[in-house]
């Protein structure tokens, strides 16, 4: 992916500690050779950055945003309330309630504003990366392929390896 590409896909969070969970999402795009930004936007700490970035994300150019939250996980929803874009929201684990906090801050969006909801942790992060890459790859060729491919690899992965037991050295 040239490194001068416009992101389409935004992935933020609500603070840095959250970035060992959603370099799994940017490591995904970056795979599927999608361009994406990445930013600290808390939904309680920097309020008028977060409406900033929500209501200017289209006009920049992005497509998805991929947005990751923990506790009251209140960033997913507040940015979906401020674009038309799509939101993915990551439920970020927490230290108290092992992420179901966030889970069910994140899901539990009342009618009219939504937010696709990924699982907690590293596999929500991981699919929100690729749910983003599919949604750009409705109107990019080149991402439907890498998505394409990264499917049959996974797929053949699975056929070469059948055998669940450690091979033997």
């Not at 001068?4 to 599927?32: C, F, T, Y």
């Not at 309020?47 to 998805?64: N, S, T």
Request: aromatic fraction near 2%; include cysteine; proline fraction near 7%.
């Amino acid at each position: 992916m040239p490194s001068n590409e416009q992101p389409r896909v935004g992935v933020i969070m609500g603070s840095k500690s959250d970035w060992p969970v959603m370099e799994h999402a940017v490591a995904m795009l970056e795979r599927l050779g999608v361009a994406c930004e990445t930013k600290v936007v808390s939904a309680h700490r920097t309020p008028d950055l977060l409406f900033d970035y929500a209501k200017g994300a289209a006009e920049r150019g992005l497509q998805v945003i991929v947005a990751g939250a923990g506790g009251a996980a209140h960033l997913p929803g507040m940015v979906a309330s401020q674009t038309p874009l799509p939101v993915l929201g990551v439920p970020v684990e927490s230290k108290s309630l092992k992420g179901l906090d966030s889970l069910l801050s994140i899901a539990q969006m009342p009618g009219g504003i939504a937010v696709g909801t990924l699982a907690i942790g590293k596999a929500g992060a991981t699919n929100a990366g690729l749910l983003a890459a599919q949604i750009v790859g409705l109107q990019d060729a080149r991402v439907r392929e890498a998505v394409e491919a990264f499917r049959a690899e996974q797929t053949q992965a699975v056929l070469d390896n059948p055998d669940p037991r450690p091979q033997a050295q």
